[in-house]
């Protein structure tokens, strides 16, 4: 009998995410399965908890709150950039996806929320943020060793843009991924 996965196991799964009105906004099919430790933080708190106790072949639909995955819309994530920041020659539209920077030159991505005329409102929450998301899982392999680039990063708000199980860490938190 299979061993059933705990925190600590690396493992492969394949994945399609849903929002709850049934729109897929990612999933593994036609890629390699996602590979990842479970409990280091590498996925959102939700999806790493549906995997604990089941075991290769099994499958499963979880619902994931917005506290278990890339937490609740922060209103306060919505900043104003001067507009005379913008390059004179870049057309802005509102909903146009930009990369900005942190102060550590890390890129953050964000949502041209507003356009005024000294000033632009700019969602940098994760596209995520808020919603209640529903995966579709099947382990694949158990087993394996963790990748030698793998990290933690310990925090939803953090993660995600690599695929939005929450496989990658892009906001400066000092992860190589």
């Known amino acids: 009998m299979a061993e059933a996965i705990k925190a600590g196991d690396t ?3 394949n994945y399609t995410g849903k929002l709850d009105n049934g ?3 990612d999933s593994s099919e036609g890629r390699e ?10 996925l959102i708190k939700g999806f790493d908890q549906a995997v604990i106790d089941m075991t290769v072949g099994d499958k499963k639909t979880v619902t994931i709150l917005p506290e278990d995955g890339y937490g609740p819309r922060n209103e306060e994530n919505v900043v104003e ?6 390059p004179e020659d870049m057309e802005l539209t509102v909903g146009m996806q930009l990369h900005l920077s942190d102060p550590n030159g890390n890129p953050v991505p964000a949502v041209v929320a507003e356009i005024g005329e000294d000033v632009i409102k700019m969602d940098i929450n994760h596209m995520l943020a808020g919603k209640t998301l529903i995966f579709d899982i099947e382990i694949v392999e158990t087993g394996l060793e963790p990748d030698a680039h793998a990290c933690g990063c310990g925090s939803s708000d953090s993660c995600g843009s690599a695929g939005s199980a929450g496989c990658g860490c892009d906001s400066g938190n000092g992860c190589d991924c």
């Open 81 to 86: 950039l001067p507009r005379d920041t913008v």
């Open 23 to 25: 729109v897929v906004f």
């Open 11 to 13: 493992i492969k799964v």
């Open 33 to 42: 399965p996602l590979k990842f430790t479970v409990g280091t933080g590498q």
